[in-house]
């Protein structure tokens, strides 16, 4: 079993930053490959970013690329996902997600375990 805590989200301005945390309490964490998802009010998860079981390959989507960063400590198991030049249609709930496994995977059923969420509004 795989507990994920977010957190890092709030309300910021267009063109701010945040980073987002999520915990996972797991013994083998570095063997489960990690993704960041959002959701909207209406509308379907979508994928963001996804990072390897040792952190080697990523994968983001095209409209976060270059602003946005996953990472991972496997040490301290955590996965970070840092938000630059936010955008008002970066505003969702975003939700951190684990799969066993060594790729990064963009289609979330995909994934076995995902934590609560954390909101994040961006304000134009």
């Known amino acids: 079993q795989v507990q994920l805590v977010e957190s890092g989200g709030g309300l910021v301005q267009a063109g701010g930053s945040l980073r987002l945390s999520c915990a996972a309490s797991v013994r083998t964490f570095s063997g489960y490959s990690m993704g960041w998802f959002r959701q909207a009010p209406g509308a379907e998860r979508e994928f963001v970013a996804a990072i390897s079981w040792i952190g080697d390959s990523t994968s983001y989507l095209d409209s976060v690329k270059g602003r946005f960063s996953i990472s991972r400590d496997n040490a301290k198991k955590t996965v970070d996902l840092q938000m630059n030049s936010l955008k008002p249609e970066d505003t969702a709930v975003y939700y951190c997600?684990?799969?066993?496994?060594?790729?990064?995977?963009?289609?979330?059923?995909?994934?076995?375990?995902w934590g609560q969420g954390t909101q994040v509004t961006v304000s134009s």
């Open positions: 997600a684990a799969v066993f496994g060594r790729n990064p995977e963009s289609k979330p059923g995909v994934y076995t375990y």
